[in-house]
């Protein structure tokens, strides 16, 4: 198994430009299953979460061709060969799931495997399946694989009872071609909402308020084809401006939007880091002056974001004060804390609240990447770390950043992969 090895660093210094984001280009891959004609996307990032949804789509017997070099994917509808989603792919991707909506809605029929639970908490799918009820579905969710039927699907009414991201896209799609005007109720706001709703909308959907609350959607015969860039990771942005902060550096993020990253923005500037929205970039230092605690509740967007938790947590470690994170999205999302106590964090849980001392001496250790954004933070904290911390089960941090340890060491960092 490979693993990084991560060594002590002075600042960060240089620039790095932000891949296309992962969370949006998973649901809108999905979203071609609706398309009668061929579909062009560009700025894809090269993960193997993006790799698992090309599977997807062939496995329902679609043509798909990656070019991950030019950052795009072509893909061309051709005739379902099935209705199911394959088993391995949900058991590997949970992002999976997002195919049911559109497989629904155009072949009248899915099946897609109960996606279970994970390292960061229970993750039901029961208002992905409320919505689906709503639109007319016939839902059998008493056995795995969950199935949805309905001959045609008519408009309907949903109340999420938690802003859910995947819920949203998932209904937001089969709607498209449900017959008359959805409404989604305490819709999720997220970015990756806003990019998914404009590239069916260029199939030929009608979609309003996406990003806000309350979103509509009027039903249509059938969706085109469609060209469409998917917009920059927000979280891998605010991965680097952590970076930037935690070592103490001055980096300049290209292919950012500084308006999706402004709890983050806002929260290191609480710290002292300086954040500036330039042409070129966002730049980040955190090199003019000492840096200071401040506490953090992650909430939907556009409050700060589950997916930064941990990063931020591995820089409150560093700075003067003591801090206290809680994590309102996802009931389990601490497993990192324990993985950066090994490596001397000192970080203790008082009910659902973190309690981070500040100032801490890090030290290298021997550290497993719980999943996706606990194994970056833990590349973060072993950069401040003195000695060498190595990080294993790093599959998880490929599956959803490009390239990270190429771009980390254009900026300076000492970070390589080793195959055991
Ligand atoms: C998406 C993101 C993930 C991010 C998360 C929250 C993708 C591919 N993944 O995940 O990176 O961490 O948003 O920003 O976009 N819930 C229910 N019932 C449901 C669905 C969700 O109770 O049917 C709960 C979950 O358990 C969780 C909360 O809602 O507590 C948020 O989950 P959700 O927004 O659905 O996250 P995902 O779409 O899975």
Redesign the pocket.
Known sequence: MAKYLVEKNGPLRGEVAISGA??AV??ILAATILAEGPCEILEVPALRDVDVMCRLLRGVGFHVEEYYEEGRILVEPRKLTTDEVPRDLVKKM??SF?AMGPLLAKAGQAMVAAPGGCT???????????GFRALGATVDDGGDPISARADKLTAGKVYL???????T?NIMMAATLAEGVTVIENA?E?P?IVDLANFLNKMGAKIKGAGTDTVRIEGVQALHGAKHAVIPDR?ETGTFMVAAAITRGDVLIKNALPDHVKAVTAKLMECGVTVEDLEEGIRVRGDRGPLASTDIKTM??PGF???MQSQFMALMTTVKGTSVIVEK???NRYMHIGELNRMGAGIRIEGNNAVIPGEQRLHGAQVIATDLRAGAALVLAGLRAEGVTEVSEIYHIERGYADFIGKLQALGAKITKVED
């Open positions: 992962k969370n998973l649901p949970r992002a997002l960061i908490g229970a993750r039901p799918i029961d208002l992905h399946l409320k009872d938690f802003p859910s991201v995947g819920a896209e999720a997220e990756e979280i939907p967007y974001p589950t997916d999205v996802f009931e």
